[in-house]
Nanobody, 125 residues
Framework: VQLQAYGGGLVQAGGSLRLSCAASGRSFSTYAMGWFRQAPGKEREFVAGISWSGGVTNYADSGKGRFTISRDNAKNTVYLQVNSLKSEDTAVYYC???????????????????WGQGTLVTVSS
């Protein structure tokens, strides 16, 4: 599976973005998908994930109520809607794919098998 993340950019605090991750290759619908982010000087951290069926989602506390993950298996794409952005949301955002059970959404980087190249989100205050 090859992943291409896009949709990042420069946005003012309080603004919104929709990040997208397009997958190529077979069996996209059998992978759980996750979004992670990495700020300068910090470790990569889990942001949100969704099961391969789309029926289960998981969010880090930092994004609950502000971020929404969704997927369209017909389009081989996963989305991350990010609202009410804060300066601390500035990071490179990565999408990733994990082989997992139907109702499992991993939140650890080592559980993910494939990674996209990242898209930069910069929030200005």
């Amino acid at each position: 599976v090859q992943l291409q993340a896009y949709g990042g950019g420069l946005v003012q605090a309080g603004g919104s973005l929709r990040l997208s991750c397009a997958a190529s290759g077979r069996s996209f619908s059998t992978y759980a998908m996750g979004w992670f982010r990495q700020a300068p000087g910090k470790e990569r951290e889990f942001v949100a994930g969704i099961s391969w069926s789309g029926g289960v989602t998981n969010y880090a506390d930092s994004g609950k109520g502000r971020f929404t993950i969704s997927r369209d298996n017909a389009k081989n794409t996963v989305y991350l809607q990010v609202n009410s952005l804060k300066s601390e949301d500035t990071a490179v955002y990565y999408c990733a794919a994990a082989l997992s059970g139907a109702f499992i959404v991993p939140d650890k980087t080592e559980k993910y098998n494939y990674w996209g190249q990242g898209t930069l989100v910069t929030v200005s205050s």
